[in-house]
């Protein structure tokens, strides 16, 4: 068995099983970790697009059952830090061995390890299953120590509350980007009635929308 096939049983499943009784196709999770500088065809974007849209359906999902008095806002707001692009970094990062990702590229950027999760998700999904993504999806996202972490730094909600009390329009204007594709900057203006408050940037647009916020709270609190 290879260092690969070990990883992956240790790593993600954790099945009470004999060894001998895994019959999962090796070729589909070493897609999965192959980002598209190194290889054009054979990469983990169809992966990665499929995992996305298993991701938000799950976590939708579990939100939903979980939380049966809570409104909708409360919800969307709930499921948006869940499947933000900064948390699946964080936790693409915790679970995915560096040694497994494929990539030409000079340094291995957060957002090639959140796209490669979602494209694991993709590929536990196709060869095993959807009970086991749910699974993994609940103890390894929904479930991940940063959650809590990233609801408490959700400056955009913290700054919107303040807005709307004082009947305020706000306003995230992008005005660059940087960089290749990926490991891209996003650049970010944050208005209030029109008057320029902040500016910030970030790896993602919504990360770089929150930077904005986190420095705008400091002129409204």
Same mark, same amino acid.
């Given at each position: 068995?290879?260092?690969?096939?070990?990883?992956?049983?240790?790593?993600?499943?954790?099945?009470?099983?004999?060894?001998?009784?895994?019959?999962?196709?090796?070729?589909?999770?070493?897609?999965?970790?192959?980002?598209?500088?190194?290889?054009?065809?054979?990469?983990?974007?169809?992966? /990665?697009?499929?995992?996305?849209?298993?991701?938000?359906? *799950?976590?939708?999902?579990?939100?939903?059952?979980?939380?049966?008095?809570?409104? /909708?806002?409360?919800?969307?707001?709930?499921?948006? *830090?869940?499947?933000?692009?900064?948390?699946?970094?964080?936790?693409?990062?915790?679970?995915?061995?560096?040694?497994?990702?494929?990539?030409?590229?000079?340094?291995?950027?957060?957002? $090639?390890?959140?796209?490669?999760?979602?494209?694991?998700?993709?590929?536990?999904?196709?060869?095993?299953?959807?009970?086991?993504?749910?699974?993994?999806?609940?103890?390894?996202?929904?479930?991940?120590?940063?959650?809590?972490?990233?609801?408490?730094?959700?400056?955009?909600?913290?700054?919107?509350?303040?807005?709307?009390?004082?009947?305020?329009? $706000?306003?995230?204007?992008?005005?660059?980007?940087?960089?290749?594709?990926?490991?891209?900057?996003?650049?970010?203006?944050?208005?209030?009635?029109?008057?320029?408050?902040?500016?910030?940037?970030?790896?993602?647009?919504?990360?770089? /929308?929150?930077?904005?916020?986190?420095?705008?709270?400091?002129?409204?609190?």
């Amino acid at each position: 068995m290879t260092f690969f096939s070990r990883y992956l049983i240790k790593s993600f499943f954790r099945l009470k099983k004999k060894k001998s009784r895994f019959n999962y196709r090796e070729e589909i999770y070493k897609t999965a970790f192959q980002h598209k500088s190194y290889c054009k065809t054979n990469n983990n974007e169809r992966l /990665e697009f499929l995992g996305d849209a298993i991701l938000c359906f *799950v976590v939708s999902e579990y939100i939903y059952d979980e939380n049966k008095t809570q409104k /909708e806002g409360y919800l969307s707001k709930k499921r948006a *830090v869940i499947v933000a692009r900064k948390h699946l970094n964080m936790v693409g990062k915790r679970v995915i061995n560096k040694e497994l990702l494929k990539t030409k590229t000079e340094t291995i950027s957060d957002n $090639i390890y959140g796209n490669a999760l979602e494209a694991l998700i993709g590929a536990i999904y196709i060869e095993r299953g959807i009970k086991e993504v749910k699974q993994f999806i609940i103890d390894k996202i929904i479930n991940s120590e940063f959650v809590d972490e990233l609801i408490n730094t959700d400056y955009k909600s913290n700054l919107q509350k303040i807005i709307q009390k004082n009947q305020n329009d $706000i306003k995230y204007n992008l005005t660059n980007t940087k960089g290749p594709e990926h490991d891209k900057e996003f650049y970010v203006t944050l208005f209030i009635d029109n008057k320029q408050i902040s500016r910030a940037k970030g790896r993602s647009l919504k990360e770089a /929308e929150q930077n904005a916020a986190k420095k705008a709270l400091k002129s409204v609190s």
